[in-house]
T-cell receptor, first 114, second 115 residues
Framework: TQLLEQSPQFLSIQEGENLTVYCNSS?????LQWYRQEPGEGPVLLVT?????EVKKLKRLTFQFGDARKDSSLHITAAQPGDTGLYLC??????????????FGQGTILTVHP | NAGVTQTPKFQVLKTGQSMTLQCAQD?????MYWYRQDPGMGLRLIYY???????DKGEVPNGYNVSRLNKREFSLRLESAAPSQTSVYFC??????????????FGAGTRLSVL
């Protein structure tokens, strides 16, 4: 069974602080996605990383895929209240099935206080 | 631009009752998905439809059935609801069935309670 462990589960910080969310597994993934979900809404895709060691930046958010493609991190610089939400990572492995398997982590609930 | 629309937004059922969750997308996407989201467990795939006319089981299909009515619509049916099916259900769509690579667009969810 493929598992994606996210840490921390909860994060409460002040506006302007930096933070990092981790997504770890013992399995190798073909690609990894990060989503943000706001209360009462569905997840929204932020980024997809596919190459080991890949780093992608989206304004104040930096995403990194581990060299071995088993882990990933999301770093937010100078967090804003608008960053508040549930952050989910999802790893994809084609495996032997026709549709592959997209495994979601449990999520990290981030609250940024003004 | 509505994207993915789910109805209803909230539903309370008694054990044994049946219901159908509706989903429609207006982006001309080929693939559609049904997920459930439970606290501490992330999202789990129930069923998916890679293209119009096809449906396949996901990770947790037991107790559910689906219908891909046309390219726009993909419904999820609970024939005899159980308390274990209390969850938030999300429908999603993507242009192609290239999971993990293609972008999936999610609806706002249906919050279902089974008493």
């Amino acid at each position: 069974t493929q598992l994606l462990e996210q840490s921390p589960q909860f994060l409460s910080i002040q506006e302007g602080e930096n933070l990092t969310v981790y997504c770890n597994s013992s399995s190798v993934f073909s690609s990894l996605q990060w989503y943000r979900q706001e209360p009462g809404e569905g997840p929204v895709l932020l980024v997809t990383v596919v190459t080991g060691g890949e780093v992608k930046k989206l304004k104040r958010l930096t995403f990194q895929f581990g060299d071995a493609r088993k882990d990933s991190s999301l770093h937010i610089t100078a967090a804003q209240p608008g960053d508040t939400g549930l952050y989910l990572c999802a790893g994809y492995n084609a495996g032997g099935t026709s549709y592959g398997k997209l495994t979601f982590g449990q999520g990290t609930i981030l609250t940024v206080h003004p | 631009n509505a994207g993915v629309t789910q109805t209803p937004k909230f539903q309370v059922l008694k054990t044994g009752q049946s219901m159908t969750l509706q989903c429609a997308q207006d982006m001309n996407h080929n693939s559609m998905y049904w997920y459930r989201q439970d606290p501490g467990m992330g999202l789990r795939l129930i069923y998916y439809s890679a293209s119009e006319g096809t449906t396949d089981k996901g990770e947790v299909p037991n107790g559910y059935n689906v219908s891909r009515l046309n390219k726009r619509e993909f419904s999820l049916r609970l024939e005899s609801a159980a308390p274990s099916q209390t969850s938030v259900y999300f429908c999603a769509s993507s242009e192609t069935h290239s999971r993990g690579r293609s972008k999936e667009y999610f609806g706002a969810g249906t919050r279902l309670s089974v008493l």
